[in-house]
C-alpha cells in the first residue's frame, strides 16, 4: 500500500484504529453508540479516507428502525452512505487517486467514522470552493434528484412541482429542474418560503387547501407537467395525480406503498422501485462540478461531534431539518 509520505509498505495487513458510530440494537437513535473499531488497509482498487464530514440520511435511522429488518446478525450496525475527506492510503490497482488527494465519497459504507475504506470507483474530488460540511452532502441528495428529474424526462419548458422543496433532496431537484430550464412550484413551510424563491421556485404551502393554492399558482405558470415527491404523503401523492396528465411524469422516492396502485413511477431502494443505479452513479461527476461553482447549493442545516450522532437523528427524524445534518468526526 502507498500511505501519506510516498513510503511504501509491504508488510503484513495493517490494521489502523477508528472510532465509529454503530446501533447497537434496533430501535430509535438512542440505540447509537461511538465504538473503537478496525480500519483494514485497503485492498485492490480501495483508498483509506481520513473522513472530515460525514452527511446523515433519513436511510440510516431507518435502517436500526426495525422497518426493513429486525435480523439481530447485522448488529451492530456501521451507518452513513456519503462523506468527505482525505486520501491517507491508497491499495494496489487504484488508478488516479494518491495519498493526500481531497475527496467526497458515495456509496460507501460504515461513513461516520474517523477513516473508511472506500472503493476508488465511488469517489470524486471535493470541488474546491465546497467546506468539508456540505461537501459531504452532495452526493446521495443530488443523485437522487438527478434521477428523478431523469426519469420524468424534464426538460426546458416544464412546469415542475416539487413536494418537500426544502428538504435535503428537494432542494437539490428544485435547483436542477431550474437549470434544466423548466418552470419550479415547490412546496415547504411557509419559514423556508424564502429560500425556494432564493433558489428560483415558486413556493407554495403544503396542508389543507394544498389543491385549490396550486390551481392558483398554474393560472401564471400553466399546467403542471411534471411531479416529484419526496415526502410520500397522500396529500402529495393525490395532488401530483390530479394536477399533472401524464402519470409516467410522476415520481415518488419515499410513497412507495401507494406507487404501483396509482401507476406513478417508484424510485430508489423500496419494494418495486427503479433504483437508477447507472443514472446515478454517472451523475456524481456532474453534481461536483455545478457545486465548485457555487452552481449548485448545498445548504447545512446543523453540524454535530460523533458523539452527538443521536442528538442529529433525533433532529431528522422531526421532518423538517432546513438542510444537511452532518457528523464532524
Ligand atoms: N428513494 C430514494 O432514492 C431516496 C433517496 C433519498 C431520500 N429518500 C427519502 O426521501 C425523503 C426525504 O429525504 P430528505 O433527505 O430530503 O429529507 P429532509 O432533508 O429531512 O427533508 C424533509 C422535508 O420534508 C418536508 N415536509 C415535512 N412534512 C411535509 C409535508 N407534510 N408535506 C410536504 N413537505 C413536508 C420538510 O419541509 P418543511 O421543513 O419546510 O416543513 C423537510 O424540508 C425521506 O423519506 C428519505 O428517506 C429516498
Redesign the pocket.
Known sequence: MLVKGGTRVHSEAVAVSSRAVVASAYGGPEVLRVVDVDTSEPGPGNVLIDVRAAAV???DW?RYSGAFTTDPNQLPMRLGYEVSGVVSAVGPSVRWLSPGDEVIAWRVDGGYADRIVASEQVTVRRPSNLDWAPASGLL??GA?AV?TLSATGTHDGDVVLV??????????VVQLAVLRGAQVVA??????HDDLRTLGAIPVA??EGLLDRLRDVVRTTGPISVAID????D??LDTSVAVVEDRQRIA???G?RRAGELGIR?????PG?D??TLV?EAARAQLAELASDGTLDVRV?QTYALEDAAKAHAD?L????????VLLP
Request: glycine share 26%.
Open positions: 440520511n433519513a436511510i431507518k446521495l441528495t437522487t434521477h413536494h418537500g422543496g426544502s428538504g435535503g433532496v428537494g432542494r437539490m412546496t415547504a413551510s411557509p419559514n423556508h403544503y396542508g419526496t415526502v410520500g404523503t396529500e402529495a415518488t422516492i419515499a412507495f417508484a424510485l430508489g431502494g423500496g422501485a433504483p437508477g446515478r442545516a431528522g422531526t421532518g423538517h431539518v432546513h438542510g444537511k445534518l
